[in-house]
């Protein structure tokens, strides 16, 4: 646990450093004669940055008793100037910022021609609970999927075949699965095969993204003409259940979800610094192309 105490720091304060450096002289200020107290922070954003990707790391569920009954009790000489949990929330709400450009520039991978991509509901309380729910009273969306219906939020995520989060899109709970796609900026760094499930069959959706170097490959649905694909492509469409397991991690082990957030600010704070947190798993969900394209190949041609 030190060892990867010590890791996560150095990675996320040699990157606050440059922020900061980046952010100076590119804010705006206002010109009046009030002088400004100019006080340094108890706790920097790279402790607080490391406290929170360290809870999505760990066994906690809640974020206050892992602050409280954990770093500020056996963490002290990691975190020697800790403050009260009621300042921490507002220091969390002030590394909103550095944690979200932190996780764009260094904890998202590189793509290698074989992506998968699938949404999954970010839950903000119980489906009958949608009338009486007032945090995210205007925001959150009732929504659809495989699972039934849902109150919340949708998370998309582009991965390669080693597991790794490409890009994330944070939308509301109607949404369609397939919109996201239709925004260059989002799968602007994605090129060759994209996996996906039937959710996102649309002609004019594969066209643009054919067009955009993306071959966009999914299943047929049973009222759908059948078409010929290669084998490797079919192999492929039975390991998109990578991306389920993905899902899966960011909610069990990283704790993603829950439903006790009291207000916008610190939900969005809990799901970057869980993303971030996927990004140093020791074992992420992975495929073996070498594989894929040989030995399987072979025995299927037999």
């Known amino acids: 646990m030190e060892d990867k105490v010590i890791e996560i720091y150095y990675l996320v304060d040699e990157f606050c450093k440059e922020f900061e450096l980046a952010k100076s002289g590119h804010i705006l200020t206002e010109n009046t004669s009030k002088k400004s107290r100019n006080r340094k922070f108890k706790m920097s954003d790279s402790e607080v940055i490391t406290i929170l990707i360290l809870f999505h790391l760990g066994q906690f569920r809640n974020l206050k008793h892992f602050y409280i009954n954990y770093v500020q009790k056996h963490m002290q000489d990691d975190f020697p100037s ?12 002030k590394a909103l910022m550095p944690m979200t450009v932190f996780l764009q520039v260094c904890c998202l991978g590189k793509c290698t021609g074989i992506s ?48 790794e989060i490409l890009d994330f899109l944070f939308t509301h709970g109607n949404v369609d699965d397939r919109q996201p796609l239709k925004n260059k ?27 955009d170097d993306i071959h966009l490959i999914t299943k047929l649905k049973k009222n759908m003409k059948n078409s010929l694909i290669l084998m ?54 992975s495929i073996n192309i070498d594989v894929i394209d040989e030995d399987r190949v072979n025995k299927k041609a037999a």
């Open 232 to 285: 490797n492509d079919h192999i492929l469409l039975r390991k998109r259940a990578l991306v389920e397991t993905v899902n899966d991690e960011l909610k069990n082990i990283c704790h993603i979800e829950h439903t006790r957030h009291r207000c916008f600010n610190n939900f969005l704070s809990n799901l970057i610094a869980g993303l971030a947190a996927y990004h140093f798993l020791p074992k992420k969900p």
């Open 116 to 163: 998968f991509i699938d949404s999954t509901p970010i839950r903000v309380c119980h489906i009958r609970r949608e009338k009486q729910h007032k945090v995210f009273k205007g925001l959150a969306q009732k929504g659809k999927c495989s699972m039934g219906w849902f109150f919340g939020f949708k998370l998309h995520i582009v991965i390669n075949d080693k597991g």
């Open 185 to 211: 900026d989002f799968h602007d760094k994605i090129f060759g095969k994209l996996i996906a499930d039937k959710g996102y069959i649309s002609q004019s959706l594969f066209e643009q993204l054919f067009i």
């Open 82 to 93: 800790t403050v009260s949990y009621n300042r921490f929330t507002e220091l969390q709400q």
